[in-house]
Every structure is written in structure tokens, then in C-alpha cells.
């Protein structure tokens, strides 16, 4: 009878420099190599094509999503929920489907082409005092060889460990995150895995995956733990920049060593996005998802700059909050990236003042989140562009998402909030995204 790894899960060291070093440099190699090789697997391409300026996704890479994936599937998860109590949730790629596990202390997924299996075990609070020692049985327990390397994520003890295992007679590779909980919480094993000799193909797929596990509510709103592992949350900022805000010149905690880590994170979720760019269904959770990586990634890394912003913002009048934060992303210049992804990520969309649509959005929309302000991406691929639903009191149109009604925001044209081109104003061609969680 064929196993997953549930088979060896029922019911239910600290790492040397040297070793992170190693993990972490094996984990970067992922995203470099797809940059220099295109021959294996979809994901080790970097497809120039499949985003518009704006982007957004067009039909260019039906032949690398149809060769991840082979099969159209509907319903895509989105974000699930592991633990309503405390929050903690895992936000996979789009048209991950369920496998065994009781939903309980054990969940298992797998991808839309059924290679990559992703297990989830939820350990009672205390049962293992340091994720080393989490890590030490679960691979004692597979039989897997690879290095350990412990770090911190969200306050908390962590190890991330690379996997070589056998699995119903063939050979497995991948990455398994491990989360000690505080006192009182539950303790987290993500292992996410496929045949050894697609290891190369999916790099990047399982390292997003594992990225996208929160182990709190506050945690969706911070860099994902693979990212943590990365670049330490929060980072060493020690740097000054000017930005200009409406009020005036404001001096920011700076570091160009984080703004090159939120960029490789938005080429990798990238190329994750395309993947999906023609498959019948499955490209809208994708795209959600995108947006949603670089919002989780980022959102944090710009409060210095938010909390400079605040000090002239009528913090009692939530609609002025966001004239003003609004006017101040229609000021940005059209600059393109030269990245080849077609999207500044926020913080050179912030400090510079410049991007397209949807880099304007998603800055607008973390600035207003923090404050306090509830707000939506709205995205179209119809017409080719992005703005944001802002919940505030004001007239002009109104966009619905989940039964709240947002007033939209466009953010390229110097408008005022609630107003839209009748040519983009049919909303049954725009999707909301709900950033902020």
C-alpha cells in the first residue's frame, strides 16, 4: 500500500553557523539558478512574457503551467485556517487539494499535478522544548538525512532542515520548518516534499509553501518564516532615508540589504504566479496570492515610514486619512522595474515614489491598513489594472467584498476617492483581495 508521511506520524541540536549558512545559501540557489536555466520544469524558468506592464497575467505560458500541473482543478484553498484559537494558518499556492489527516493534529496537501506533498503536524504545547529537538525526532523518525539550522521566527524558536528520505521504495527530497510554540501553544512540523528527482524542478514552489505558514493573526502581517530564516525579522536598519511625504521631507530607517530581500521574495512569488497565467480557474487564487505574499512580506518593513506619515494625517477622520494617503501615490512617477516582473515592490515603490498601478495599491493599502483602516487590493485582467476599496464613510462608487463595501481609490489617475472610468466601472470584472486579513 503506497504511504505518505502520515504513515510514520499517527495521531498525535542547535544548528552551527556553518549549517545555515549552507541551508540558507541552498535556498537562495533556488530562485538564482531558474534565472539561468529553462530547460526542466516550469519553475526553473524566468518567463519574460507572461505579465503585462501592469502586472497582470496573460495568456503566454500555457505550456509551463499545463506541464506543472497536467490537470485543470476548481476550488482553489486559499488560506486555511490549522488553528482557530490561536491563528495559525498556511497560505499555499493555488489548487493545493486535501489528503489524509485527522484536521485536527495532522493536515496533508497536495499540488494540482499530486508530486508535491505538503504534511502539517500540530504537537500539544511543550511537548518539545526547542525546535532542534522537534526536528531531531521527526527526521529520526523518516530516516532523513540533511542539515539543521535553528533561527528565530516571530518570537519564537524555530529550525528550518534540509530532506533525503525513502518513501514507498523511491527517493524524496525537500524542506521541513519547525515552530516551537510559546507557553501554551502549539508547536508546528511543516514537511514538504517530492521525488528526489524533481527536487531541482520545485525548488521554489516548496520554499513558498513553507513561506506561507503564519503561526499567528499578527503574523500575517510580517515576513513568512522561510523569509525570517533569510534575513532576521526585524532587520539591522542601519541607514537613513529621506522620503517625500505630503507634510514634507521625513528621515526613515533604512537598509538596502532588506529591500533586496523583499525583491528576490516578489521575483520568486513571480514566477509562482505564472505558472498559473492559463490554467481555466486557478490563475484568480494565484494572483490573490501573489499579492498577498508581497503584502505579508512587506507590510511591516514600512511602518517607520507610515508612522512619519501619521504625524500629519487627522488621524479622527479615517476618509481624509485616505484623500491624502491617496493623493500621495497618484504623485508617483510610472517608472518601470528592472527586475523583468514587471512590479516595484513597496518599499522602493514608497521611498522613490514610483511603480504602476498595483505597486501604488499595495503601498496605499499598507499605509492605510496600519492605521487602523480597512481596505482591499481590487485587481482586473480585464482591464489590465489595479486600485483599492477603502472602508470609509464618503459617497462615489462602491465596491463589494464578503458582504463590506468598500469606496474604490484609483490610484494613477488624479481623482478623487470614490471615483472611476465608466470605461472600468462594470465590477463584476474585478477581484478583491483581501491584503490585510
Known amino acids: 500500500m503506497a504511504r505518505t508521511l502520515s504513515t510514520f506520524f499517527p495521531v498525535l541540536a542547535r ?3 556553518r549549517v545555515r549558512v549552507v541551508i540558507a545559501v ?3 540557489r533556488r530562485g538564482g539558478a531558474s534565472r539561468d536555466r529553462s530547460d526542466d ?3 526553473r524558468q524566468y518567463p519574460s512574457g507572461v505579465m503585462n506592464r501592469r502586472g497582470l497575467p496573460l495568456p503566454h505560458a500555457v505550456a509551463a503551467a499545463l506541464l506543472l500541473f497536467g490537470v485543470l482543478l476548481a476550488a482553489p484553498l486559499a488560506a486555511k485556517e490549522l488553528a482557530a484559537a490561536q491563528g495559525a494558518s498556511i497560505d499555499m499556492p493555488s489548487g493545493f487539494t486535501a489528503g489524509d489527516g485527522d484536521g485536527r493534529t495532522r493536515f496533508s496537501y497536495f499540488d494540482p499535478a499530486g508530486e508535491l506533498e505538503l504534511d502539517i503536524l500540530v504537537h500539544e504545547p511543550q511537548r518539545f522544548s526547542t525546535a532542534g ?5 521527526t527526521l529520526s523518525k523518516l530516516g532523513s538525512r540533511g542539515d539543521t539550522s535553528t533561527f528565530g521566527y ?7 532542515s534540509e530532506l533525503a528520505f525513502p518513501l514507498n521504495g523511491a527517493a524524496r527530497k525537500g524542506y521541513a520548518l519547525f515552530i516551537a510554540g510559546k507557553a501554551g501553544e502549539a508547536g508546528y512540523a511543516l514537511i514538504a516534499h517530492v521525488d528526489a528527482s524533481r527536487f531541482d524542478a520545485y525548488g521554489e514552489y516548496l520554499i513558498s509553501c513553507l513561506d506561507g505558514f503564519s503561526i499567528d493573526r499578527a503574523a500575517r502581517r510580517e515576513p513568512g518564516p522561510v523569509s525570517q530564516f533569510l534575513l532576521p525579522w526585524p532587520p539591522d536598519r542601519t541607514a537613513r532615508r529621506t522620503v517625500a511625504l505630503p507634510a514634507g521631507p521625513a528621515d526613515v530607517a533604512w537598509s538596502a540589504e532588506e529591500a533586496a530581500h523583499e525583491l528576490d521574495l516578489a521575483i520568486r512569488e513571480y514566477r509562482v504566479l505564472a505558472l498559473y497565467a492559463e490554467t481555466e480557474d486557478l490563475w484568480i487564487d494565484a494572483w490573490a496570492r501573489f499579492y498577498r505574499m508581497v503584502y505579508r512580506e512587506s507590510a511591516a518593513r514600512l511602518d517607520g515610514l507610515t508612522e512619519a506619515f501619521a ?7 479615517p476618509t481624509e486619512c485616505a484623500r491624502r494617503v491617496l493623493a500621495w501615490v497618484q504623485g508617483f512617477t510610472d517608472t518601470p522595474d528592472d527586475s523583468g516582473i514587471d512590479f516595484v515592490p513597496p518599499l522602493p515603490a514608497a521611498f522613490e515614489r514610483r511603480g504602476d498601478c498595483d505597486a501604488r495599491a499595495v503601498v496605499m493599502a499598507i499605509v492605510l491598513e496600519r492605521l487602523g483602516i480597512d481596505c482591499v487590493l481590487m485587481i482586473s485582467r480585464e482591464y489590465s489594472h489595479a486600485m483599492v476599496g477603502v472602508g470609509v ?3 462615489g462608487q462602491r465596491f463589494t467584498v464578503d458582504g463590506r463595501d468598500y469606496l474604490v481609490a484609483e490610484t494613477t489617475a488624479k481623482v478623487g476617492i470614490g471615483m472611476i472610468d465608466a470605461g472600468q466601472a462594470d465590477f463584476s470584472k474585478w477581484l478583491g483581495v483581501d491584503v490585510g486579513n
Open 26 to 28: 541552498a535556498i537562495r
Open 311 to 317: 504625524r500629519s494625517l487627522p488621524l479622527d477622520d
Open 393 to 395: 464613510p464618503g459617497g
Open 154 to 160: 516571530a518570537g519564537r524558536d524555530a529550525a528550518i
Open 133 to 137: 529537538a522537534m526536528a531531531a525526532e
Open 41 to 43: 520544469f516550469p519553475l
Open 15 to 17: 544548528g552551527s553557523p
